[in-house]
């Protein structure tokens, strides 16, 4: 008898599997991936060419989705033809950022073996710190039925790099950027000859006149030796008595500078932004080093 009831168990398990379609998770990134007729044995993330498990990531942080080694699509002259969509979508569900087919430009397919798709995402607007999201990136074979979906849930954090201190202003995200790399620099590693801006957006809390605002900007820097490396006491003199738009203010208020000669490591940076029509202001300050 249990002989029988072994035979009918497993004729059960047999019976209710399609292997057709592949469901796995990853316990420690929480990377989910699920297949019909397509499968990837090797899906993972990395920042900086490098393999990581995380699901933490600074603002201005890039990182990428791998699917190596993805096996199942049609062939046609050898070659075959993958679509793939990325998809972020917010904790309430809602769409914030959406690509078309990052592989539309491949239309004679292509031939690798083994085959890696890859989908890379900047952590930037309309991405913002201190939130929660899910990337879904959809995979697809354009001469077949074959579909690969995989979701990751991941969060963004404000760079504890960079100390902020306020009084009657509020802010959306500051960071400081790389021209030169045309990035975010969350590592406060800077090149000699790079234009280097600190940024705030969604500045807030400062007194509005007829549509205007009136504020003021300095930027200074000292080496690890106190030695003064630049001082600018207002940036915004140009302003008095034009003032700023609020809608163009409130975008983004920046300073920037280029450092061509040598400093001792690290440099103590610190940009203000005060108001002149009320007592507001906001202190932002870094250290960053010359490679």
């Known amino acids: 008898m249990k002989t029988i009831l072994s035979v009918i168990l497993i004729s059960l398990v047999l019976t209710g599997c399609n292997f057709s379609r592949s469901v796995k998770k990853d316990l420690i990134s929480g990377l989910t991936t699920t297949g019909k007729d397509l499968s990837c044995d090797d899906i993972y993330i990395t920042v900086n060419g490098e393999r990581t498990t995380r699901n933490s990531f600074i603002y201005g942080e890039v990182f990428y989705l791998n699917l190596n080694d993805v096996k199942g699509f049609t062939k046609e002259n050898g070659n075959v033809f993958p679509g793939m969509e990325m998809n972020i979508a917010n904790q309430k569900g809602d769409t914030v950022f959406q690509t078309v087919d990052l592989y539309s ?101 400062f007194k509005e006149e007829n549509g205007l605002v009136y504020p003021g900007l300095s930027l200074q820097a000292t080496d690890s030796g106190n030695n003064q490396v630049f001082n600018y006491d ?15 203010f409130a975008t983004r208020v920046s300073s920037h500078f280029k450092i061509t000669g040598s400093v001792g490591n690290p440099m103590h940076c610190r940009m203000r932004v005060w108001d002149k029509r009320s007592d507001a202001w906001i202190t932002i300050t870094t250290d960053l080093s010359l490679n």
């Open 234 to 248: 207002d940036l915004f003199t140009d302003y008095n008595s034009t003032g700023v738009g609020v809608s163009d």
């Open 105 to 205: 430009g491949y239309t004679e397919g292509m031939n690798y073996s083994p085959l890696l798709l890859t989908a890379d995402l900047t952590i930037a607007a309309p991405i913002k710190s201190k939130d929660n999201y899910t990337q879904i990136v959809k995979v697809w074979d354009k001469k077949g039925k074959g579909r690969f979906i995989s979701k990751y849930d991941f969060k963004v954090l404000e760079n504890d790099k960079i100390m902020v201190e306020s009084s009657g202003v509020s802010h959306d995200e500051i960071y400081i950027f790389s021209q030169g790399k045309n990035t975010v620099i969350t590592d406060g590693k800077i090149e000699p000859d790079d234009n280097i801006y600190i940024i705030a957006e969604g500045l807030k809390g």
